[in-house]
């Protein structure tokens, strides 16, 4: 079963930046298409960013411009930047897969605060 341990969350004011980390257990994580997920208060979780093993990326309307995903295939581990972060940015952010079939379980996922 894959291992996925998120981190870098924490409390921000409105416009700062944060990175978030998102480390796997899988062997053959290059192979896959990784993305960033979060789940507000009361909200369904929904993706905000993607990366294919290319490094082709896509992102939600809602967080372009102001986030950017990264993979390091060596490292197993797939990145956030989060930039001009917003109150409504607020959850806990998850990585699974991007495309496909979802690991078969979530990792504990970082919580992110922003304050206005």
């Known amino acids: 079963q894959v291992q996925l341990v998120e981190s870098g969350g924490g409390l921000v004011q409105a416009g700062g930046s944060l990175r978030l980390s998102c480390a796997t257990s899988?062997?053959?994580?290059?192979?896959?298409?990784m993305g960033w997920y979060r789940q507000g208060l009361g909200k369904q979780r929904e993706m905000v960013a993607s990366i294919s093993s290319g490094g082709s990326t896509n992102y939600a309307d809602s967080v372009k411009g102001r986030f950017t995903i990264s993979r390091d295939n060596a490292k197993n581990t797939v990145y956030l930047q989060m930039n001009s972060l917003k109150p409504e940015d607020t959850a806990v952010y998850y990585c699974?897969?991007?495309?496909?079939?979802?690991?078969?379980?979530w990792g504990q996922g970082t919580q992110v605060t922003v304050s206005s």
């Open positions: 699974n897969r991007g495309l496909g079939t979802l690991f078969g379980s």
């Open positions: 899988t062997t053959m994580f290059s192979r896959y298409t």
